[in-house]
Structure formats: C-alpha cells, structure tokens
C-alpha cells in the first residue's frame, strides 16, 4: 500500500516551452501533497505545499507563476514548469500523506521526474 | 533550515552492522524523528520514525537518546543494496507535517 506514481519519469523540452509533470497517489487520497526539487549530489529542496482544492504554499525563493501547482482531486496534483530554462532542468520528485496511507502522516514519495532543457 | 545534522559519508563492510548517527539538538518535545533513504535517481524511501521510544521494523532499529537531542539509525546486517544516501528528518507535529531535508549521510557498503 501507499504507492506514489509520477509521470512522465524523464522529459526533455526545447527552452521556452512549458512542461507539466503528474503525481498520482494509488491507493489512498492524499490529501496533502508536496513537491521538491533535487539538483546533481544535492539534497532534496521543498518547493511546495498543496492541500486538495486550495491553493499551494510555495516555500521562499520559489516563483509560484513559474511552478504552477494544481491539487485538484484527493488522488493527482501537477506542476507545471512554464517556460522552461536550462537552469530548470533538475530532478523533480513529488510526495503525498493522507488518509488510508498512514496513521503518523508520513510522506510517500514517487519515483521522480527528471526534466532536460535544452 | 534543517534541524538535523549528519556526517557526509560512511563505509560499512558488508554483513557488518551499519550505525548512521544523527543530531537534531533543536528537537521540539512533540517532533517525531523519521529516517529515509534514497538510491541513485529514485524517491526516497521510508525507513523508520520514532518520538520518545526506540524502534525496531523488517529494515532497522532506530535508537533516540533520552534527551532526544540525537539519534542512531542500525541496519543489523548491510548488504551492497542498501548503498544509498539516509536522511534523518525531523517532522513538524501539526499543520501541513513538512519534512526540510537535511544533507544526508551516503552510505557505501563495500564487498
């Protein structure tokens, strides 16, 4: 149980195209999900906080009209990295707690994004 | 910022105990400490959490000193598969339970 899938797993885009990446948790409702950001032999770096049918909370120095996060269903949250630059390019991974998953609120996280912009 | 620190790297032979140490000085009374790890270019992977006590599952033992000011993650017998990078994570106890990733500890198990 608590199975976290993103899609797609690997993207490479033109610059200044704009890209979007899902997060689906299977078999529970998540009814928070977050998404991080991880550069080459770095750690993982929070972006943002989404709760179902509200807006997210983006941590500082995070620019909310170039990650748009979209948490419309207790089960898919998206972002979508509009105008992508080189500098984007990272490996994007989301997570999810909620009901059904676990009774300590941990995170699940996926299997990550790797998004290349050329 | 992070709450945790953790030394960079660790080896460990194989079939040997591996003892990742951890120190979250700053912990709240109420602030549960929980472990992952990752392998290369995929999600972290839940391993274990604890508040006051220690604990045991399938993958490790967890070790919270009285104070709670640092902790020890065993894996009883390492084996190549568990080379990964660990991260100890201490969780915010209410609102939106966010984890802020310290560096982590990569762990090399060697043959």
């Known amino acids: 149980g608590a199975v976290v899938s993103q899609h797609p797993s690997r993207v490479i885009c033109k610059s200044g195209t704009s890209v979007k990446i899902e997060c689906r948790s299977l078999?529970?409702?998540?009814?928070?999900m977050f998404w991080y950001r991880q550069f080459p032999k770095q750690s993982l770096m929070l972006m943002a906080t989404?709760?179902?049918?509200?807006?997210?909370?983006?941590e500082q120095g995070v620019e909310k009209d170039k990650f748009l996060i979209n948490h419309a269903s207790l089960t898919l949250s998206t972002l979508t990295v509009t105008s992508a630059h080189p500098e984007d390019s990272s490996f994007y991974i989301c997570?999810?707690?909620?009901?059904?998953?676990?009774?300590?609120?941990?995170?699940?996280f996926g299997p990550g994004t790797r998004l290349t912009v050329l | 910022d992070a709450k945790t620190t953790q030394p960079p790297s660790m080896d460990c032979a194989e079939g040997r105990a591996a003892n990742l140490p951890c120190n979250h000085s700053?912990?709240?009374?109420?602030?549960?400490v929980y472990w992952y790890r990752q392998i290369h270019s995929q999600g972290p992977q839940y391993i274990i959490h604890?508040?006051?006590n220690n604990e045991t599952n399938e993958m490790a033992s967890l070790i919270i000193t009285e104070d709670r000011k640092s902790s020890t993650l065993i894996l009883p017998h390492a084996t190549l598969r568990d080379t990964a990078v660990y991260y100890c994570?201490?969780?915010?106890?209410?609102?939106?339970?966010?984890?802020?990733f310290g560096t982590g500890t990569r762990l090399k198990v060697l043959a």
């Open positions: 700053t912990i709240s009374g109420n602030e549960y």
């Open positions: 997570s999810a707690r909620g009901q059904g998953a676990s009774s300590y609120n941990e995170q699940f």
């Open positions: 994570i201490v969780r915010q106890p209410s609102g939106t339970y966010k984890y802020i």
């Open positions: 078999d529970f409702q998540a009814t928070t």
């Open positions: 604890g508040l006051k």
């Open positions: 989404s709760n179902e049918g509200s807006k997210a909370t983006y």
